[in-house]
């Protein structure tokens, strides 16, 4: 298996612009995250799904992210507008999630540099 | 309080010491504990996973997990320089849910 596929890997735009980041999770995993990494605030986690379904977007720091999965095997993360304090490393991760809560397979990340 | 506490560092240590990193959670109710190394640069990695109290072992690396105390540590015997790295622990709970910690910082001296 590939592992967990992220798209793209840098992205640099301007402030006020759409941004769209894409994540391929590992195949029959059923549980996919978005976390957002920054110096300052970690490793944080924006939102999660089970079974395409979103189970916690609490995370999501406000109305401009949005995530969707429309189906097992793709997820997108956008945020419009796009802010300069939105610039960080924004990682997927999937894992399976049956009687045994496995661990979590991280993508390569996307570092998005808001201009 | 945070959910999962760890201490940023840098923990320093010499090459052949053992480093010793600890986590504190809050969620009585996590089930799954694992921990991760990131290098500078990198995606988080998977090092170790604990599910019962305990000792674990594999290699140089041993987890211990005390639920009672909502504590759990990872011990690197005879660290190596490639050990140098951030190691994020994440309990897992009944809902899915994985969070993670800030990460100790571990640098180990040649």
């Known amino acids: 298996d590939a592992g967990v596929i992220q798209s793209p890997r840098h992205e640099v735009t301007e402030m006020g612009q759409e941004v769209t980041l894409r994540c391929k999770p590992i195949s029959g995993h059923n549980s996919l995250f978005w976390y957002r990494q920054t110096m300052m605030r970690g490793l944080e986690l924006l939102i999660y799904?089970?079974?395409?379904?979103?189970?916690?977007d609490s995370g999501m720091p406000e109305d401009r992210f949005s995530a969707k999965m429309p189906n097992a095997s793709f997820s997108t993360l956008k945020i419009q507008p796009s802010e300069p304090r939105d610039s960080a490393v924004y990682f997927c991760?999937?894992?399976?999630?049956?009687?045994?809560?496995?661990?979590?397979?991280f993508g390569q990340g996307t570092r998005l540099t808001v201009v | 309080q945070k959910e999962v506490e760890q201490n940023s560092g840098p923990l320093s240590v010499p090459e052949g010491a053992i480093a010793s990193l600890n986590c504190t959670y809050s969620?009585?109710?996590?089930?799954?504990f694992f921990w991760y190394r990131q290098y500078s640069g990198k995606s988080p990695e998977l090092i170790m996973s604990i599910y019962s109290n305990g000792d674990k072992e594999d290699g140089r690396f041993t987890a211990q997990l005390n639920k009672a105390s909502q504590y759990v540590s990872l011990l690197i015997r005879d660290s190596q320089p490639s050990d140098s790295a951030t190691y994020l622990c994440a309990p897992r709970d009944s809902s899915y849910k994985l969070i993670f910690g800030s990460g100790t910082r571990l640098l180990v001296r040649p």
């Open positions: 799904f089970n079974n395409n379904v979103p189970i916690d």
């Open positions: 969620d009585r109710v996590s089930q799954s």
């Open positions: 991760a999937s894992s399976s999630s049956g009687r045994r809560l496995t661990e979590a397979f």
